[in-house]
């Protein structure tokens, strides 16, 4: 035994001298074949029909028992599932215990059984009445067992023993990465029979000819059990309407038996066009059926051709994201239901491709891509091996062999499970290591297993971090910035961005203040895989991440990486989703040219990004006042075309919506032909009257009282009822990049306690220079203010008799609060103003009803008092947009960008608003008592540290700058 200490002090055991014993996992009766010289334990073929079975699957889901120790007591146990997220604590070295009763149905009794467990965290023994059937090392991939011999009539026991942050948890980071020991029987446990001779696997392969029109199905059937003469392999294709399409017939001559199905013009298969066909296979012997199978193909094949990826000849362009399996109560065991949805719901984001990072997805998963379209790359369970985020590294040697049989394992038997599925088009290694010949001999192994995919290794395929010149069929970097579209072209290799444009994470506590950091994600995103579209090298990306990574553990804490996806770990959309839906739009206009003086077309050029799909096929809905239309748009894939929309002089705007073949939107815009007029404002009495202390100007019937003292407004009152208690006062907003976490392995773990941020004015000590000038329509109030920072600035109030209040400032900035992410005139409101309206000029011009960059809508505050960053354990009601803090609603105190309009208003329906040329942003929210609001003349993206150009543009300092701005305000 060879010892190894870990960064924490913990010491781990790893078997040097049987570790190929180890990893093959099934009983001794599994069948194996051989991938360059490495042995592969073979999964046996589910079957739909067993001769003389009525039923031959069944699940053994449900509740079981756990004990942890040997002498400890039972406690009842979901599985799947996670022990810890079910209250359970087991610490490391410990073994956990489940166990369960099953009975053996009698038509049973003939044949051989298999027992299949999906997924168990990480090491399980598997006892049938006391005797060992299976030993098991490795995470998120299935193994079986023979469990034939070990039966008895009547109630059967099955017992597992499972010990979590064993070493392939470690070299897959898995406990460490979700900042909880991930532990249990994590996925589907099934048992089913076949015949004592059965199909054990069956391999489809697909091979067009050189024009892609007509294909071979390339089938390799192996067979187990006592050799027997007369029979015969029944082969039928049936296409997705289920019309027969060929039968065959194959003598069985071994335990191997090759058939080539040749298919004429075969629908291909591809994420837009996710065609299946079904294919049946029976083993007959002597004119009877003893076993038959039931499974979908997909005709797809995948090449590399120099630096492109091809699907069916035809260059791809991926565009998705990274996809944790997460749910906040029950951790990294989903259920089939949810791995549905998050097909579903990424695929109606534009999503075509989905990196199941770090570790191989759930069968239920893989079914929904194959049959929805989408493609994947599948990853291994090994992640960070010599990489800073792994301590473990500072100890361990990552080019000791003695790892190589896990890393082999790990990707073997991921791809013995999942090969058949045809949405797979890309075998990941591993996520984040550094190369070496271990992951040499590992990509030697998989191509001899699959010849038939490309593989990546995540590491950097350019500069000096962490490229160590990995030999991948497709090169990978993390995290470009804009110019990484154009370094592709300067690689042999098709290179992906694995991850990329990092939603918005770290800085956690900007977060939890303004949630309109997350709008500010979209049109950036759009600007850089705008980018990356025009290099053809670059494959695309996958946006890190797809899903909230956060876990609610028993007992109230909460933990995790965070909130780092376009849909949160509730499978809420949030403001990102819309952005990258707009990224990943399919179809792109690209220039509008609007109908000339005295003609009546309005004119399109439309980019069709689709890398298979004709817009003939897409459903081009226009809308014109009460009539809706359809157009046709003939546009081959990866190629423009002009869309000719004829309009009448009554058009005020024109409104589309592109629908996939598949029925769900992929885009939809609104051209506007004719602004919207802008209702005049009412001519107001114009009056003022002063003291020793104050200047009060009366607006019609409202009234502002300014300080002479210090130049600030003090009150602002209509009948009597309190407007402004102060305000505006130049602010300044400071980026803030605190993750709000506790001390983690990896550094920044999520937790209950991350906290709102505060922002205050600059405080005003005096004034001078203090001047009044009036006429018959403006009156203005002018004065020099001097800040306690050393600040100083020159300001003036004019009012107007349209009821507008205009503030002009010049600032000379002496603060130490340099690097601001917002900077503008903060007012202070009564705590009765709780209604925000708005009009904005939105970057796209359609947004989702509830999102909140949305370009007109009104939202409520709705402050909740609350100790957590969320609620515990509790399943949200609402949309993303009405989650709320002590500050307000997600919609009410997020930013709302370049704005027309903003307003405030109280149950009396009192309005104070800021009137604007779409330049500056308003956020309002509410502290100490009172609403703030801040209008501001500059507006960043916020401090996210994994932020790259495009999301990092427009930064500045503002160390001894002189800034300037004008405020409109209306109270009404």
């Not at 089938?219 to 019309?243: C, D, F, I, K, M």
């Not at 079904?278 to 120099?306: C, D, H, M, P, Y």
């Not at 107007?800 to 609060?817: F, P, R, S």
């Amino acid at each position: 035994m060879a010892f190894y200490k870990s960064q924490q002090g913990r010491w781990w055991r790893m078997a040097a001298g049987t570790i190929t014993g180890l990893l093959l996992g099934a009983a001794a009766t599994a069948q194996q074949n051989q991938a360059a010289d490495f042995p592969v334990a073979a999964l046996t073929a589910r079957p739909a029909q067993v001769a003389g079975v009525s039923q031959p699957v069944t699940l053994l889901n449900g509740a079981w028992q756990l004990r942890v120790g040997a002498n400890a007591s039972g406690r009842p146990v979901q599985v799947p599932g996670e022990w810890e997220m079910q209250g359970f604590h087991v610490a490391e070295g410990d073994t956990a215990f489940y166990s369960r009763t099953f009975t053996i149905a009698d038509d049973w009794r003939q044949g051989r059984v298999k027992l299949r467990f999906e997924a168990i965290s990480t090491h399980g023994i598997v006892w049938v009445n006391g005797k060992q059937v299976a030993i098991h090392e490795g995470g998120f991939v299935p193994f079986e067992a023979d469990i034939t011999d070990a039966l008895k009539p009547g109630i059967n026991t099955l017992d597992v023993g499972v010990q979590a942050q064993t070493i392939s948890d470690r070299l897959a980071c898995t406990s460490q990465y979700a900042v909880h020991t991930v532990g249990g029987i994590l996925r589907n446990v099934e048992m089913f029979v076949v015949p004592a001779t059965h199909i054990t696997t069956l391999t489809p392969v697909t091979t067009f000819d050189n024009a892609y029109h007509n294909a071979v199905l390339q089938l390799a059937t192996t067979l187990a059990g006592p050799a027997e003469s007369g029979r015969v392999l029944e082969y039928e294709l049936r296409n997705a309407q289920g019309h027969l399409v060929l039968q065959q017939r194959t003598p069985v001559t071994g335990e191997t038996i090759k058939t080539n199905l040749r298919v004429q013009k075969p629908e291909q298969w591809s994420a837009e066009h996710p065609y299946l066909y079904s294919l049946a296979t029976r083993l007959v012997k002597n004119g009877k059926v003893i076993e038959a199978l039931q499974q979908k193909v997909g005709f797809r094949q995948v090449t590399v051709n120099g630096n492109r990826l091809l699907v069916n000849g035809k260059p791809v362009r991926l565009h998705g994201v990274n996809r944790h399996s997460i749910y906040p109560l029950t951790g990294r065991s989903i259920t089939a239901e949810l791995d549905i949805a998050d097909v579903a719901l990424l695929r109606a984001g534009n999503c075509n491709y989905i990196r199941t990072s770090h570790y191989p997805p759930s069968e239920a998963f893989l079914n929904a891509c194959d049959s929805l379209g989408m493609f994947v790359e599948s990853e291994s369970a090994l992640c960070w091996i010599q990489h800073g985020a792994s301590p473990i590294w500072q100890d361990w040697d990552y080019q000791d062999k003695r790892f190589l049989p896990y890393m082999i394992s790990a990707n073997v038997e991921k791809i013995t499970a999942q090969r058949n599925h045809p949405a797979i088009i890309i075998w990941s290694l591993g996520n984040e290591s550094r190369w070496s010949p271990l992951w040499n001999r590992v990509n030697q192994v998989v191509k001899a297993l699959d010849p038939t995919r490309p593989t990546t290794f995540h590491d950097q395929c350019w500069g000096g971090f962490n490229n160590a010149k990995s030999q991948a069929d497709i090169a990978v970097y993390h995290y470009p910035g804009i110019n990484g579209g154009k370094a592709c072209d300067t690689m042999k290799r098709p290179v992906l961005f694995g991850e990329y444009a990092h939603i918005s994470c770290y800085n956690r506590r900007e977060l939890v203040t303004d949630p309109g950091i997350r709008s500010a994600y979209g049109p950036a995103l759009v600007t850089l895989y705008d980018s990356m579209y025009q290099h053809p090298a670059c494959l695309g990306g996958a946006i890190w991440s797809g899903i909230d990574d956060i876990f609610h553990l028993p007992g109230g804490q909460v933990v995790g990486y965070g909130p780092w996806g376009v849909i949160d770990a509730w499978r809420r959309p949030k403001p990102e989703f819309y952005g990258m839906k707009k990224a990943y739009a399919p179809v792109v206009i690209k220039r509008v040219v609007y109908p000339a003086d005295g003609t009546h077309t309005l004119r399109l050029l439309v980019e069709n990004r689709y890398d298979f799909t004709n817009l003939e096929s897409v459903a081009i809905t226009c809308r014109q006042m009460a009539t809706t239309t359809r157009l046709q748009a003939n546009i081959a894939p990866h190629d423009s075309g002009w869309i000719a929309i004829p309009v009448t002089a009554a058009t005020t705007e024109v409104g589309l919506d592109f629908t996939d073949p598949r029925g769900f939107c992929v885009d939809s815009a609104l051209v506007v032909l004719q602004p919207k007029q802008i209702a005049p404002r009412d001519k107001r009495h114009l009056a003022i009257s002063e003291n020793d202390a104050t200047v009060t100007v009366h607006q019609g019937a409202a009234a502002i009282k300014i300080s002479k003292l210090t130049g600030t407004i003090v009150e602002a009152s209509k009948a009597g009822r309190l407007l402004l208690e102060r305000g505006p006062v130049f602010a300044v907003v400071p980026e803030n990049a605190e993750d709000g976490g506790k001390v983690n392995v990896a550094g920044e773990t999520y937790q209950n306690e991350i906290y709102p941020l505060q922002a205050y004015t600059l405080y005003p000590i005096f004034a001078k220079s203090f001047a009044v000038h009036q006429t018959d329509s403006i009156i203005a109030v002018s004065m020099e203010v001097h800040y306690s920072d050393g600040s100083r600035c020159e300001q003036t109030y004019r009012f107007d008799a349209l009821g507008k209040l205009t503030v002009a400032y010049t600032l000379h900035y002496k603060g130490t609060d340099t690097l601001p992410r917002q900077y503008g005139m903060l007012l202070q409101l009564p705590v009765t103003f709780q209604r925000l309206e708005w009009q904005r000029h939105g970057a796209f011009s359609v947004y989702p009803a509830d999102d909140i960059a949305r370009t007109a809508g009104s939202a409520v505050a709705g402050p909740v008092r609350q100790n957590d960053v969320e609620p515990w354990g509790v399943v949200p009601a609402g949309a993303w947009k009405e989650d709320a803090n002590a500050l307000g609603t997600n919609d009410f105190r997020s930013t709302k960008a370049n704005i027309y309009s903003a307003s405030l208003l109280n149950e009396q329906g009192d309005r104070v608003t800021i009137l604007s040329d779409g330049t500056q942003s308003a956020r309002s929210w509410l502290q100490s008592g009172q609403v703030q609001w801040l209008a501001a003349d500059y507006s960043n993206n916020g401090s996210e540290p994994f932020y790259g150009r495009p999301f990092s543009d427009g930064k500045i300092n503002i160390k001894d700058k002189t800034l300037s701005g004008i405020l409109v305000l209306a109270l009404d």
